[in-house]
């Protein structure tokens, strides 16, 4: 039998690859140390999905006609949903690196197709099968990024590379945004111009290339010393069946499901319905801008509460449950009061010069804010039931496909124009749902370390056969 301090020695790293190793010094050091990658891993998703939230954030992808956007976001994340299911399997197979490019290519097309747009207007349709194409390559691209920013972390330091990882990310949301706004600045009209698309196409070209420039996670070396645990499975059969023993040995993970089905949800009244709806395009640019600028607030803080270490991992689990609670009455009894002054058949318009303004962008800080702390809470509590990189890639594949599939149901009733308030209603609702079906999964399954017994991936060898634990570790030590 393997004594307690062998089982804290597995708990905190790499489990069937446990040996300990020096960190490698100077620049080789530096440039593969977790905190360099998941800082370039940052910056991956800076330049395509930070920028794709950018363009999404002015509502309609910047367009007039928000029914053309709506559409493509349905196609975009009905894919999805269905991409991501299965991209954990796909990225335990071919790595995530691989994974991470292929993911990127998409979000390079999907800008190109609104450019196409401006310059054709009769180009609806690319725009929408644009979408599709996205939402295949998203997938892929989400689950290797949790994959990977779940487990270059220690498991003291996983709030923090979140929070790091969530700030970079929205960088790309605040330079496009800002970008949006010099642009526009001066405009009174609906829509953005052919230079605002430009721009983003080439930075998205840029971001394709870094997951190639990457460390392999295989030579990487957390800073205990502990080796990252790499999916070593390579056989399509197997990592199939270690998606179906992901759920049955762990089941809690389905009471986070309703979290994840809701937690792209709200962005479809957030930015059609309300930041589209009511402002014109200086007005809709700057809102765009103060929004990713609050999601690097919500993000930092949230994961520096999550980190505390001098409190047990459970309360705080428990402390982040709380302050998502209150911030969803928070931002939504606010919101309520604007969203009841308008409908789709009657709306004002305001633009940044209008006194009734401050109340409206400062209650879409707040949304920002509230929507950073939902998605590094739920990346946490991820990282809280698991260290092994393979049964992460698969947890990150259930949380982004079920995150899409709601958005696509989100995005498919605004291209049918359901009523502005029926959508508010249906997210405040979710939400909480959320949080009340994510309360036993906290209550039962958050540990103050996670043990090998939780492993039940990192057992399982090439054939699919699971070790018990003690012939895991006498496997390690033989």
């Known amino acids: 039998m393997a004594s307690e301090a062998e089982k804290y020695s597995w708990e905190a790293g790499s489990y069937m690859d446990q040996d300990r190793a020096e960190p490698p010094r100077g ?37 007039l006609d928000a029914q053309t956007s709506a559409s ?137 290339l870094i997951p190639l420039l990457m460390v392999d996670p295989r030579s990487m070396v957390r800073s205990d010393g502990t080796r990252l ?89 428990f402390a982040g449950w709380s302050v998502l609670f209150c911030m969803i009455f928070l931002v939504h009894i606010w919101a309520y009061f604007y969203q009841k002054t308008y409908t ?18 400062l209650c879409y800080v707040f949304m920002g804010i509230f929507d950073a702390m939902w998605q590094t809470t739920s990346y946490w509590l991820m990282g809280a039931m698991s260290n092994d990189a393979a049964k992460l890639a698969h947890f990150a594949g259930f949380y982004k496909s079920l995150q899409s599939a709601g958005a696509a149901g989100a995005w498919h009733a605004d291209s049918k124009k359901a009523p502005y308030m029926n959508l508010f209603l249906s997210e405040w609702v979710l939400l909480v749902a959320g949080l009340v079906f994510a309360l036993p999964m906290v209550h039962l399954r958050v540990k103050d370390h996670t043990t090998l017994q939780d492993e039940t991936l990192a057992r399982m060898d090439d054939s699919g056969r699971i070790a018990s634990v003690d012939e895991a570790y006498s496997l390690r030590d033989a």
């Open 27 to 63: 620049v080789r050091g530096m440039y593969s140390h977790p905190v360099t990658q998941v800082v370039m891993l940052g910056f991956v998703c800076f330049m395509c999905p930070g920028l794709f939230n950018a363009l999404n954030g002015l509502g309609a992808g910047g367009q």
């Open 72 to 208: 493509a976001n349905a196609a975009l994340y009905l894919a999805f949903a269905f991409s991501a299911f299965f991209a954990g399997t796909v990225n335990n197979t071919i790595g995530p690196r691989y994974t991470l490019f292929l993911g990127t290519i998409g979000y390079s097309l999907y800008i190109g197709a609104y450019l196409a747009m401006n310059i054709h207007p009769d180009a609806g349709r690319f725009v929408i099968g644009a979408g599709a194409v996205l939402g295949i390559c998203a997938g892929m691209l989400w689950t290797a990024q949790g994959s990977l920013m779940l487990s270059y972390p220690t498991e003291h330091q996983k709030g923090r590379f979140i929070g790091i990882f969530w700030a970079i990310f929205n960088l790309g949301g605040i330079v496009g945004a800002s970008v949006s706004l010099g642009a526009n600045y001066h405009s009174s009209a609906g829509a953005v111009g052919n230079s605002t698309y430009i721009t983003f196409l080439v930075l998205t070209g840029i971001g394709v």
């Open 229 to 317: 645990s790499t999916p070593r499975h390579p056989s399509w059969k197997t990592e199939f069946y270690g998606l179906y023993v992901t759920v049955k040995t762990d089941p809690m993970i389905l009471m986070l499901f309703p979290m994840f089905f809701v937690s792209n949800w709200f962005y479809t009244w957030q930015f059609n319905d309300y930041n589209a709806a009511i402002f014109n395009i200086r007005a809709r640019s700057l809102n765009n801008l103060v929004y990713w600028v609050a999601q690097v607030i919500g993000s930092v803080s949230i994961g520096i509460l999550l980190d505390q270490h001098r409190l047990p991992r459970r309360l705080r689990a």
């Open 344 to 361: 789709r058949e009657t709306r004002p318009t305001y633009d940044i010069f209008d006194k009734e303004y401050v109340g409206y962008i």
